[in-house]
């Protein structure tokens, strides 16, 4: 081999090694393909944290400013691409979701690599689609309302038929705001003239065989952390023979709960 051609394979294999690094960076650095709606990577099923405010009853403006610091310290741990939604259940004892707030986080400026994205532009990106349309849902979601009913393992059974937060979701987790004074069909702590807490709500058991039958096991592997909200007078039961009902109750559904106050 002449040293002519030595020269040209030699430039041939260095024209097929950068057109290999321009081939790789363009498929490992082409932004993927986003839902204009959810913010989701188009097709994935991301894993979904949600916030669920029981208004049906009311609080007062410390305990809507702590509501408000939970929901914004739940924002904030949020991985890139993780889904995050609001719910309440309302007055009329029905879950909503809140402003149809539910979207996956884009990432904000600090969460990128500025070696290949502008974070000033992903900032921008972050507070125009992410951060703004949650502030307007918390306007509404932190204003205290009152309801004749209190439907709350029936809500978080509902919730967990939902498709984008049924058992086939990674990593589900709800965050719980409420004072946990279950009043409905299924059972209800209220009505202390028929004696103890024990004597005037069903087993725990009977409870859980309900929602099963009614909803199916959708509930099973959900984290549930639980912001209890107290209630005056309640609070002894709220502190202990409720929560010892209520863990009884979720560990029966296979649901893992964590409990802190507002």
């Not at 002449?2 to 030699?10: E, H, P």
């Not at 306007?139 to 059974?157: F, Q, T």
């Given at each position: ?83 995050f939604s609001l719910y309440e259940l309302n007055e009329s004892g029905q879950l909503l979701n809140t402003n149809s707030f539910s979207l996956c986080n884009p990432g904000a400026g600090e969460q990128v690599n500025p070696l290949y994205r502008n ?76 004696g103890t807490l024990d004597a005037r709500i069903p087993p725990a058991n009977t409870v859980a065989a309900a929602i099963r039958d009614t909803y199916g096991d959708t509930l099973r592997g959900v984290a549930l952390e639980i912001r209890l909200i ?33």
């Amino acid at each position: 081999m002449s040293g002519r051609d030595a020269i040209g394979l030699f430039n041939l294999a260095i024209i097929a090694a950068v057109l290999g690094g321009i081939t790789y960076l363009y498929l490992t650095l082409t932004p993927e393909e986003y839902d204009s709606q959810t913010l989701c990577l188009a097709g994935a099923l991301p894993p979904h944290r949600v916030v669920v405010i029981d208004k049906t009853d009311l609080y007062s403006p410390e305990q809507a400013e702590g509501i408000e610091q939970t929901i914004l310290a739940e924002r904030d741990a949020l991985a890139v691409g993780e889904r995050f939604s609001l719910y309440e259940l309302n007055e009329s004892g029905q879950l909503l979701n809140t402003n149809s707030f539910s979207l996956c986080n884009p990432g904000a400026g600090e969460q990128v690599n500025p070696l290949y994205r502008n974070p000033e532009r992903i900032q921008a990106r972050y507070e125009a689609l992410f951060a703004d349309p949650l502030d307007r849902a918390l306007a509404d979601l932190v204003l205290p309302k009152d309801a004749p009913s209190s439907p709350i393992i029936e809500a978080l059974a509902r919730l967990a038929q939902d498709p984008n937060f049924d058992n086939m979701v990674p990593g589900r987790r709800i965050v719980l705001v409420s004072d946990m004074l279950q009043n409905s069909e299924i059972f209800s702590v209220y009505g202390r003239r028929r004696g103890t807490l024990d004597a005037r709500i069903p087993p725990a058991n009977t409870v859980a065989a309900a929602i099963r039958d009614t909803y199916g096991d959708t509930l099973r592997g959900v984290a549930l952390e639980i912001r209890l909200i107290p209630r005056e007078s309640w609070e002894a039961e709220q502190h202990g023979a409720l929560m010892a009902y209520w863990d009884d109750v979720f560990n029966r559904l296979g649901v893992s709960v964590d409990w802190a106050d507002i």
